[in-house]
């Protein structure tokens, strides 16, 4: 499949082929990644990649520390958290992103250190 040819992911970053280039995204860069489709927008404090890939698979590539499975449209960096609101099951974003978490994925939040 065409998949793996147009993301190559190291540790700390990724490269996306964009027409004849490739651009190198580091991976604390990104806030957030939401699937559209067949496709997946890979969202970064300045700019908003498209690539042909699923989220499975983008999860399979990433730090499953870092990167954590929100809702099934949602693979969120935990280091762009900046609340959760539970009630609303939102999550804000650095930059002003918010995502929703769903019901499946909520036990990602029992990984967290959280003072009461």
Same mark, same amino acid.
């Given at each position: 499949?065409?998949? !793996? ?18 651009? /190198? ?15 997946? !927008? ?34 969120? *960096? ?10 609303? !099951?939102?999550?804000?974003? /650095?930059? *002003? ?13 029992? !990984? ?5």
């Amino acid at each position: 499949s065409s998949t !793996n040819q147009d993301t190559v992911v190291s540790e700390i970053e990724l490269y996306i082929k964009k027409r004849n280039a490739l651009i /190198k995204v580091a991976l604390k860069d990104i806030i957030y990644i939401e699937v559209e489709d067949r496709y997946c !927008n890979i969202i970064t404090e300045t700019e908003k990649f498209v690539v042909q890939i699923s989220l499975a698979k983008m999860s399979e590539l990433l730090d499953s520390k870092a990167f954590i499975r929100t809702h099934r449209s949602y693979l969120v *960096n935990t280091a762009a958290i900046e609340k959760i609101v539970l009630q609303d !099951n939102l999550i804000q974003l /650095k930059g *002003n992103h918010h995502v929703t978490i769903s019901g499946k994925y909520k036990d990602f939040i029992k !990984n967290f250190k959280v003072l009461k």
